[in-house]
T-cell receptor, first 120, second 117 residues
């Protein structure tokens, strides 16, 4: 099992460009979460998705940011017209589907290695 | 919403000593408390977690305690080794009863642990 795969690992963009970050969850996982980490800070929740559905996007800025998790392919976090304040590490996590929340391992989040966005 | 505070922000110990990191949370409905270790340039890795139906859990040199009344939980690492040096994050969430429900973690600010040989 390759774990949660994120790419690119590093991305440099100029102000005003678009950034696309991709995340392939662990095999068998149907829940995807995106978190943002600013330098020397903790991780902040952005959005939670299941296949073809955004379940909770309360942590995602209303403008310029969007996320999707299509039926086929990876989850995408898209940032339009990037600004310097978007520079951060963006982490994707996935968790398995479970009918019973008490099963050991259910709801446990596994994180990818992150995508580090630098906006010049 | 949930708010998680973590202390200290940095912790330096001698190899072989114990390290303790403490977190408090605000939402009494939270029922899941994981701890993650993040090494430089890598993603967070789960090292231990505890659910609200137990007060303590241990895994070799790592233990976590939970005080639901006071709304705080702690990570204890005994016999620290240089490879324990990393940033540690606590987190809290509410795992709902719904089938196929997600788990949106709220993280603390992190503790940079340095173990000196």
């Amino acid at each position: 099992n390759a774990g949660v795969m994120q790419n690119p690992r590093h991305l440099v963009r100029r102000r005003g460009q678009e950034a696309r970050l991709r995340c392939s969850p662990m095999k068998g996982h149907s829940h995807v979460y995106w978190y943002r980490q600013l330098p020397e800070e903790g991780l902040k929740f952005m959005v939670y998705l299941q296949k073809e559905n955004i379940i909770d996007e309360s942590g995602m800025p209303k403008e310029r940011f969007s996320a999707e998790f299509p039926k086929e392919g990876p989850s995408i976090l898209r940032i339009q017209q990037v600004v310097r304040g978007d520079s951060a590490a963006y982490f994707c996590a996935s968790s398995p589907f479970s009918q019973r929340r008490t099963i050991s391992g259910a709801n446990v989040l596994t994180f990818g290695a992150g995508s580090r966005l630098t906006v010049l | 919403g949930e708010n998680v505070e973590q202390h200290p922000s940095t912790l330096s110990v001698q190899e072989g000593d114990s390290a303790v990191i403490k977190c408090t949370y605000s939402d009494s409905a939270s029922n899941y408390f994981p701890w993650y270790k993040q090494e430089l340039g890598k993603g967070p890795q789960l090292i231990i977690d505890i659910r609200s139906n137990v007060g303590e859990k241990k895994d070799q040199r790592i233990a976590v305690t939970l005080n639901k009344t006071a709304k705080h939980f702690s990570l204890h690492i005994t016999e620290t080794q240089p490879e324990d040096s990393a940033v540690y994050f606590c987190a809290a969430s509410i795992i709902p009863m719904n089938n196929n429900a997600g788990n949106m973690l709220t993280f603390g600010g992190g503790t940079r642990l340095m173990v000196k040989p």
